[in-house]
């Protein structure tokens, strides 16, 4: 018998609980990864879920994992199918637990065919599910952040060092070549080692400014932590581990504690997806709120091309496309520009940003769609005007003059 890591949204050796475990035995122990079909084929939206920029962060990723578990003797495999297919269910199996609907259901056929033992873990929150204070999610952000941050305490943090060198994978996907374009305001390298330097970068300066520039779209302006808490690369913890170190040795600020409230929304979306399940997909969403939308096939190509007409949208979404990665106040305002001024289905958005993002996590972008949509976590159901925004975040037309 051998154990089994299954890995998900958690590739990293830091802060990892199941590769704590499987240490544990005197088996022999490999890692595997397992990408769902469906994620390469086209969907009911017209999007390939998996695109080629994702793949390319997730192959950079996988490698630099391989490099840190060949040092402790763990070979890693890659594989397209269901885990049942690939992986011998008499086997030992450790594993994250998911959020989304979809890869929940897959740990559920999982866990009623083995045969052998399992063990699933937290990983993905910051906060176990024992400490969440709510026998059901508030709706609203703020009742949850300012419960959480009296009540509830995340683990400690379990460290081990990742190894410098990379190791190379089967991939078994040729997606082709990626090109780095040259005007991004971060070019991702994918993988544990990018992602703990890029977050010693942040902390080392450009943090203390987070809540005065976290609306801009420059290099700094962000911290850009967010693909690599995405498919787990970056473990919450290890962020909030080191951002309250920094604030010990150099004090905390404004700006400190937003990136703290920025970990607490994207917590509150992982709960909110969590406990909604498939609702979270459906076009009233989470409030069950009736709207009239659209599907508009020229309209939406518009869109997705940045072809609207409207130049603050389209600088945007020429940025996506041509990188993989937007700001979040961009996000929001394209987002809002789709549903609310084209009143088209919000769900064809979110799978463009799904298909598109280097930083997708399905929480995060599904609620987060949602949300501008008017039919999430928002009581005031609000619209974004364009012509201000703009006014505001580029009134000298530089982010424009870049991307049209």
């Known amino acids: 018998m051998k154990t089994i890591i299954w890995y998900g949204n958690d590739l990293r050796v830091d802060d990892h609980l199941p590769l704590e475990e499987a240490l544990r035995h005197d088996d022999p122990i490999e890692g595997h990864y397992v990408i769902r079909p469906d994620e390469l084929k086209e969907n009911r939206y017209g999007v390939i879920p998996l695109g080629r920029r994702r793949l390319q962060f997730l192959k950079e990723t996988l490698e630099d994992l391989a490099g840190s578990l060949k040092a402790l003797d763990i070979p890693l495999y890659v594989h397209v199918g269901h885990p049942l297919d690939v992986l011998d269910p008499n086997d030992r199996l450790v594993f994250q637990s998911s959020i989304g609907f979809n890869e929940r259901r897959i740990e559920r056929d999982v866990k009623s065919a083995w045969r052998g033992e399992w063990q699933v873990f937290d990983g993905f929150t910051l906060y ?94 962000s911290s850009k932590l967010s693909a690599y808490l995405a498919n787990g690369s970056l473990s919450p913890r290890r962020v909030l581990h080191e951002l309250e170190r920094h604030e010990a040795s150099h004090g905390a600020n404004e700006s400190t504690y ?24 459906q076009a009233q969403g989470i409030r069950s709120k009736e709207k009239s939308w659209r599907v508009e096939e020229d309209v939406i190509t518009r869109w997705q091309r940045g072809e609207t007409g409207v130049d603050f949208v389209d600088s945007f979404m020429r940025e996506l496309n041509a990188t993989g990665w937007m700001s979040n106040r961009g996000r ?55 012509a201000r925004q703009q006014e505001t975040y580029d009134p000298n037309g530089a982010f424009r003059n870049t991307w049209l």
Do not use: C
């Open 258 to 281: 937003w990136l703290y409230f920025e970990l607490l929304w994207r917590e509150f979306f992982q709960w909110v997806a969590l406990e909604q399940g498939k609702r979270l997909f």
């Open 128 to 221: 176990p599910r024992d400490e969440i204070p709510f026998e059901r999610m508030p709706f609203l952000f703020t009742e949850f952040r300012k419960k959480i941050e009296s009540d509830a305490a995340p683990n400690r943090l379990i460290e081990r060092a990742y190894t410098e060198a990379t190791s190379p994978v089967d991939f078994p996907i040729d997606h082709g070549p990626v090109e780095t374009d040259k005007r991004s305001a971060f070019p991702f390298q994918g993988g544990e080692r990018a992602g703990r330097e890029r977050l010693a970068h942040y902390l080392n300066g450009p943090v203390r400014t987070y809540k005065e520039t976290r609306n801009g779209f420059g290099v700094d302006d």
């Open 332 to 386: 929001q305002i394209v987002a809002s520009y789709f549903a609310k001024e084209l009143g088209q289905d919000w769900r064809y958005g979110a799978a463009y940003f799904e298909s598109r993002l280097i930083d997708y996590d399905v929480a995060s972008n599904y609620g987060n769609w949602a949300y501008q949509a008017g039919v999430g976590n928002d009581s005031r159901d609000r619209r974004f005007n364009i």
